[in-house]
């Protein structure tokens, strides 16, 4: 699961938090062998980008094409990324159905216990990778030359800083 929602634009991490979610993504990659591999995509609802298989290489391709606001749909809703998840294993017939979270584990639409739930009891296993800081960082804003104009601000004007949300993270990983 790798989330491509607003706030993985942010550059507490290098070079953000999206660019070091794909880094971290093709280095687990490497590391596998005869594992089927699938991805979802999600911000305000999860996306099946592309269903388990065993061709790395098409996988690669999602994955290289992986950008934020990939999902039409603004927020950021982990319990759909979890549904979508629990979705794409449903024809599988493997033992063991394992998801790796790439996220900064904000969660906009809240009620993921549901979803958490549904993981436990289809025993899927979620681990999760946080990926932004404790301390957070702004949401930059860029232009068409790719400089940034700005920074996104919430509705009273201020600039919204997006910060790690360790605590939840480390409840999908508990309860899963």
């Given at each position: 699961?790798?989330?491509?929602?607003?706030?993985?634009?942010?550059?507490?991490?290098?070079?953000?938090?999206?660019?070091?979610?794909?880094?971290?993504?093709?280095?687990?990659?490497?590391?596998?062998?005869?594992?089927?591999?699938?991805?979802?995509?999600?911000?305000?609802?999860?996306f099946i980008?592309?269903?388990?298989?065993?061709?790395?290489?098409?996988?690669?391709?999602?994955?290289?094409?992986?950008?934020?606001?990939?999902?039409?749909?603004?927020?950021?809703?982990?319990?759909?990324?979890?549904?979508?998840?629990?979705?794409?294993?449903?024809?599988?017939?493997?033992?063991?159905?394992?998801?790796?979270?790439?996220?900064?584990?904000?969660?906009?639409?809240?009620?993921?216990?549901?979803?958490?739930?549904?993981?436990?009891?289809?025993?899927?296993?979620?681990?999760?990778?946080?990926?932004?800081?404790?301390?957070?960082?702004?949401?930059?804003?860029?232009?068409?030359?790719?400089?940034?104009?700005?920074?996104?601000?919430?509705?009273?004007?201020?600039?919204?800083?997006?910060?790690?949300?360790e605590s939840?993270?480390?409840?999908?990983?508990?309860?899963?």
């Amino acid at each position: 699961l790798v989330d491509t929602s607003l706030s993985m634009l942010a550059e507490d991490m290098t070079p953000s938090r999206i660019g070091k979610a794909k880094l971290e993504m093709k280095s687990f990659l490497r590391e596998l062998k005869g594992d089927r591999i699938g991805l979802v995509t999600f911000a305000g609802s999860g996306f099946i980008q592309s269903p388990l298989t065993l061709d790395y290489d098409a996988f690669l391709l999602f994955a290289n094409s992986i950008q934020v606001g990939y999902i039409p749909d603004a927020g950021t809703s982990l319990r759909g990324a979890i549904q979508a998840a629990i979705k794409g294993f449903q024809k599988s017939k493997q033992k063991t159905h394992v998801v790796i979270l790439l996220s900064d584990g904000e969660d906009l639409e809240g009620d993921v216990e549901p979803a958490i739930k549904a993981a436990r009891d289809s025993g899927v296993k979620i681990y999760t990778i946080g990926v932004g800081t404790k301390e957070g960082a702004p949401i930059p804003l860029r232009s068409e030359q790719g400089k940034v104009s700005g920074y996104k601000k919430d509705r009273a004007g201020e600039v919204v800083i997006t910060k790690l949300n360790e605590s939840l993270l480390n409840q999908i990983v508990r309860e899963t």
